[in-house]
């Protein structure tokens, strides 16, 4: 059975930085794109970043600059460093992989189970 394990969460100065980590497990995955998405109380999922097997990322507007997607294919991971926190950036983070479990699997979407981010003012 695969899964997303995350770490990294925690509470943080408005400021500060956090990094973000996540890693698939099951040795014969294969992982297309993979992102971060965030809920924040009262509020819909909403994508923050997202990169591709390839490497090509994207951002949501209220984190470029400031946030910085990664991926290290060879571990299964994928990283979020996120640097000058707001308030506004605390939420609950999900990691998303678009993976397959093997040669000849489709593939399908897998999500890890939430690490929460806290920024104080």
């Known amino acids: 059975q695969v899964q997303l394990v995350e770490s990294g969460g925690g509470l943080v100065q408005a400021g500060g930085s956090l990094r973000l980590s996540c890693a698939a497990s099951g040795s014969s995955v294969i992982i297309n794109d993979m992102g971060w998405y965030r809920q924040a109380p009262g509020k819909q999922r909403e994508l923050v970043a997202a990169i591709t097997s390839g490497g090509s990322t994207k951002y949501a507007d209220s984190v470029k600059d400031r946030f910085t997607i990664s991926r290290d294919n060879a571990k299964k991971a994928v990283y979020l460093q996120m640097n000058s926190l707001k308030p506004d950036d605390t939420a609950i983070y999900y990691c998303?992989?678009?993976?397959?479990?093997?040669?000849?699997?489709?593939?399908?979407?897998?999500w890890g189970q939430g690490t929460q981010v806290t920024v104080s003012s």
């Open positions: 998303n992989a678009d993976l397959r479990i093997g040669v000849g699997w489709r593939s399908r979407e897998y």
